[in-house]
């Protein structure tokens, strides 16, 4: 399958770090040249803080956002760099790309980045340090942003969360109202589908992918996983 062949920064999710991505890289390292694909570069502390801080992870991992995007810029000026980020990494890329006032931190992107691809991105929760993201996209999203950076979310429907099931789903059923209230809907084993759904975007389910960069996995970033979504990149 071809794809478009624009630069490619992949952006951890919460918690995660840069080198559980490596195998992401390969992956779409053959769809498109090696080189154009670069992961940013976060750590464990990013997310956390040192001390730990997590209501500023967001600031701290825009910076490193804004950083890494600038290394594009240098090797492939004037073309336009594709942003694929995972779980919660996804609402700090709207939080950069909004280029509004965040906690006192803004960045200017102007057209160094067109399109935004999200995986298992939630943006509706109720968790505490993620609803300083969501609220901030929720006051400050505008139809006009969507013609600067389209935006797919993609969502895995997995696996189904309920209370009375197998362990699985009873395991399910907890991660997913952690997220938004309700354990009884379909997901990718610990974001619920319904809560990727953005409105403006380009909202993609894909029937098996799991949430978590963790070996034996079949998650968004490996072979099998980023066959469902790679047309959309």
């Not at 770090?17 to 090696?34: C, F, I, N, T, V």
Request: net charge negative; charged share 25%.
């Amino acid at each position: 399958m071809e794809v478009k062949e624009n630069p490619v920064l992949i952006i951890p999710g919460v918690l995660f770090w840069d080198s559980l991505y490596g195998g992401m890289k390969e992956e779409l390292s053959g769809y498109l040249p090696a080189g154009r694909v670069a992961v940013a570069p976060l750590s464990l502390s990013d997310w956390i803080g040192f001390p730990p801080s997590p209501e500023r992870s967001t600031n701290r991992v825009m910076r490193v956002i804004d950083q890494s995007l600038a290394g594009l810029e240098r090797k492939f000026p004037g073309e336009q760099v594709t942003l694929v980020a995972h779980s919660g990494g996804g609402t700090v890329a709207m939080v950069y790309l909004l280029e509004r006032p965040f906690q006192g931190d803004r960045y200017e992107v102007g057209g160094r980045v067109g399109k935004l691809v999200t995986l298992g991105t939630p943006f509706h929760t109720s968790e505490r340090y993620a609803r300083l993201k969501t609220d901030f996209i929720d006051r400050h999203l505008t139809p006009e942003f969507f013609m600067r950076h389209p935006v797919v979310s993609v969502v895995s429907n997995k696996y189904r969360g309920n209370m009375q099931g197998s362990f699985v789903e009873k395991l399910c059923h907890q991660f997913y109202r952690s997220v938004d209230g309700n354990g009884d809907t379909e997901g990718d084993g610990i974001v619920p589908a319904e809560s990727c759904f953005l409105e403006g975007a380009e909202n993609v389910v894909v029937p098996d992918a799991e949430h978590l960069p963790t070996p034996h996995t079949r998650w968004y970033g490996t072979k099998e996983g980023v066959r469902q979504w790679i047309e959309w990149l």
